[in-house]
């Protein structure tokens, strides 16, 4: 499998709220492909893969990031969090501020007095956005002198993806959630290109799914079904594995519909496909945020395996596979 696409998607820094740089890649990559994408008002990229689409594939660039909340009287930086990362698990990532006049700087995010050498409760002190910051790479020893920098309140932080790819197969990265969902996109446009094939399908790129209203809106007319593409948990009491592809039942959200699920599970069956049914205790997806917004779709949720969710997530080519191969079983049968 060539995961060249995926691995320039995860480069694009793509916090929710600035993604305008990765729906440009999808754009234009789409393009190339030989497709006609189109815009959202919302900056979403849309594109349908054939005449009338009665399906809606969907899955989300955005990330989980940070945003500037005060420059403290050290230089150093106040955050509040976009989405939910892990903050032990975030502890000590390298990352990017960009300023409104397009500067970026480097930084890490780090502790309160991070050195072990002189805070005693450094292990122990739990990690919260009151008691982190970002370490400026400049010479700022002040809120004057962090200021000249051109940083304000609001400005994005980005963290490093520390994307790495294994002989096992395996995934390492930030961000699987869910850049491995838009490249499952990505392959399903790219073969049915290749195949000189249309489809009754319209994909979806959403920009907002981490703060909760990215599929809330957007589908053509036409389309009935929608099947969200994202992780899949991976965690005790789940039966979600990184090798396979898995079939959402219920989240916290309520239940996914039970005939799409069904038709889903007999699909992997059929064609031998590796998945996992499942039920995520702590999760909601674009396909929440489009029945809360009163869409009138049935709707599935299906993802490869992530392990470490909002954490050093990771995840396998083997589930990414799995995840690609039910899609197309699933339009082939539209």
């Known amino acids: 499998m060539d995961l060249k696409t995926l691995r320039e998607l995860v480069a694009i820094d793509s916090p929710s709220g600035f993604t305008d740089k990765a729906c440009q890649y999808i754009y234009d990559l789409l393009t190339e492909y030989g497709w006609k994408p189109e815009w959202t008002n919302k900056g979403s990229v849309v594109c349908a893969l054939g005449e009338n689409p009665v399906a809606g594939i969907a899955a989300h660039t955005d990330t989980l990031g940070a945003v500037v909340t005060k420059i403290k009287s050290d230089g150093s930086l106040r955050i509040s969090q976009v989405g939910s990362p892990s903050l032990p698990a975030y502890e000590g990532s390298y990352c990017r501020v ?28 739990n990690r919260t956005i009151e008691n982190m910051h970002i370490r400026l790479d400049e010479e700022v020893f002040t809120e004057e002198e962090a200021k000249s920098l051109g940083i304000r309140p609001g400005d994005f932080i980005c963290f490093e993806p520390q994307y790495l790819e294994l002989p096992t197969g395996y995934i390492k990265s930030k961000f699987m959630d869910n850049k491995a969902g838009c490249f499952v996109l990505f392959e399903l446009a790219r073969r049915l290109g290749e195949q000189g094939k249309t489809a009754p399908v319209e994909l979806y790129f959403t920009n907002y799914e981490e703060v909760g209203h990215g599929g809330a809106e957007g589908y053509s007319s036409t389309v009935n079904e929608l099947l969200v593409i994202d992780m899949g948990v991976v965690g005790e009491d ?8 898995s079939i959402c039942a219920k989240d916290a959200s309520g239940p996914y519909d039970y005939n799409f699920r069904k038709k889903l599970v007999h699909l992997s069956e059929k064609n031998n496909i590796a998945f996992e049914l499942d039920v995520y205790p702590f999760y909601r997806s674009d396909g929440s945020a489009a029945l809360r917004a009163g869409q009138n779709l049935r709707v599935g949720l299906i993802g490869p395996g992530v392990a470490a969710s909002h954490g050093v997530e990771r995840t396998h080519v083997k589930g990414i596979q799995a995840t690609i191969d039910l899609c197309m079983a699933y339009i082939q049968q539209l």
């Not at 789940?238 to 592809?245: N, Q, Y």
């Open 98 to 125: 960009y300023t409104l006049e397009d500067q970026v700087y480097s930084g890490t995010l780090q502790l309160d007095d991070p050195a072990i050498h002189v805070n005693k409760n450094l292990r122990t002190a």
């Open 238 to 245: 789940c039966a979600g594995r990184e090798t396979a592809c």
